[in-house]
């Protein structure tokens, strides 16, 4: 499970809980040529299954006059650390051991992969600043963090998409119920893995929580997958061939151990942490432009979650990407998502 790309390697790595991470290593994808001022670099995050090649999963916003033209910019997308696209992580050899981390890889915050990313940029890029951070549900979270983090005048604005300020007790709920469909498979104590069947029942749960009841209802209905389709264990519930093609097709590109790993990482995303009494207060500090987009049918990060950051961030607007695909709007709406981004990088060229 990888990704093209080239890869930056970080000795020593301090993460922020004060473990210290050999080696690590950043995947990364870069499009376009870096301008004389070093000042056009575009960083898009991506999301927690995601990967560095932009082009596979944000194609539509690629292109002349497009949100990532780069004709203009150098866009620079990189794979989380922890995540099995080319980054290390629990596959990855552990040099103090010769074998992999496997669930010994050490937790791994959202502030951490921003780290490396800046540290990726600054030192092997080299750019003097980052004209816009984008990214949409953990590559917003990322985003948000590249704004705290990395901070005026190096980052000059960003577009955070489908997310919020931290992590709520209802995302982490979710992602709970996911990893104890992982931690129930018998595989996990001695084989983790090998728990490929709890890592589809979670790719499963996912998958519910990205789209909306509207979605699933106008999309299946109550159709079978055959003309005899009948209730009860002999059911055959074309949403529930759906799942079922998901969970299958998900194991071949993840691991259980990562998708643990990837979405505890997750539930570290709060600007707040040893930074301020609040996220209110921390989000009052950041005052470059921000556009902020939410998706009107989001159940997972619900509208709610954008419009408290713009109400605290000073120089932000929101905009609204109209679906009925609820969280994955941010990937299928994407002639909205470009239209937004456009208009913002225009107007602050």
Known sequence: MTSDGENFVEKDFILENSVVLPQ????????GQLNEAKDNVVVVCHALTGNASLHTWWGDLMGAN?????????????NILGSCYGSTNPQSINPETNTPYGKDFPDVSVKDTVK?????IKEEIGASSIKCVIGGSFGGMQTMEFAVQGGSPFVRSIIPIACGASHTAWQIAISEVQRQAIYADPNWEDKPFLATKGLEVARQMGMISYRTA??????????????????????SWQVKSYLEYQGKKFIDRFDPITYVKMTEQMDSHDLARNRGSSVAEVLQ???IPACVLGIDSDVLYPLCEQEEIVEHMPNSELKIIHSNDGHDGFLIEQDQVNRCVVDFLAKHE
């Open 285 to 287: 500090r950041v005052e």
């Open 24 to 31: 690590a290593e950043l995947r990364y994808q870069t499009y």
């Open 66 to 78: 497009k949100a990532f033209d780069s004709s203009k910019y150098l866009i620079v997308c990189c």
């Open 214 to 235: 509207h979605g699933y209802c106008s999309k299946f209905g109550r159709d079978h997958r055959d003309k005899d389709g009948t209730y009860g264990s002999n059911s």
């Open 116 to 120: 490396l990313q800046l540290k990726l």
